[in-house]
Structure formats: structure tokens, C-alpha cells
């Protein structure tokens, strides 16, 4: 276990401060999308990235990337937008099971 900081808020669960160490440029590039977000802070934004990364196993680091670089192209104008069936077919998944 480790020696990290444990609190209880008044109205939520109990929360527990970590150490992560990571590389000042990586950094940076999470405190520039936490802001551009509009995210409250940074510990708001890592808290949404790792509930989203247990909750959603199925999305693989490939398929974050895959997402990230489709987003850069409709932000630049350099793609189209496709419609849900389109996305639905692209993750090879079956819709009626959802």
C-alpha cells in the first residue's frame, strides 16, 4: 500500500492524493488541454482521463489515438464528419446490442 494522503469531503467519497511522476513536456501538454477543455484544474481532468480509462477498457491506446488524430483533422478542416452508423460500423461494433 502505499503513503499517500487520504481526506473526506463533506459531501463526496473519500478521496486519496497520489504522486505521478511525468515528463515536463507531457505535462505541459496536459495543463494546456485541462484549460482549452474548460476543465476547473488539472487534478479535474486526470481524475475524468483515469474514470474514463477504467470505465471504457474496451477503447485501446491505438483507438485513443485514432480518436485524438480525428479530432486534429476536424479541427483543421482537413475532414468530414460521419454519422453515428458510419462511427458504429468503424469500431466494428454491433449496434443493436447497445
Avoid: C
Avoid at 505541459?28 to 488539472?42: A, H, L, P, Y
Avoid at 482521463?49 to 480518436?67: L, M, N, T, Y
Avoid at 480525428?70 to 453515428?84: K, N, T, Y
Wanted: charge should be negative; charged fraction near 35%.
Amino acid at each position: 500500500m502505499s503513503n499517500a494522503d487520504t481526506t473526506v469531503g463533506d459531501d463526496g467519497p473519500e478521496m486519496v492524493q497520489i504522486n505521478l511522476r511525468l515528463s515536463k513536456a507531457f505535462l505541459e501538454d496536459i495543463d494546456t488541454t485541462w484549460k482549452e477543455e474548460g476543465f476547473n484544474s488539472r487534478s479535474e481532468f486526470l481524475r475524468y482521463a483515469a474514470r474514463d480509462a477504467v470505465k471504457h477498457p474496451e477503447f485501446s491506446r491505438e483507438g485513443w489515438k485514432q480518436i485524438a488524430a480525428s479530432e486534429h483533422e476536424l479541427r483543421s478542416g482537413d475532414a468530414e464528419l460521419v454519422s453515428r452508423e458510419e462511427v458504429v460500423e468503424m469500431m466494428g461494433r454491433d449496434e443493436d446490442a447497445e
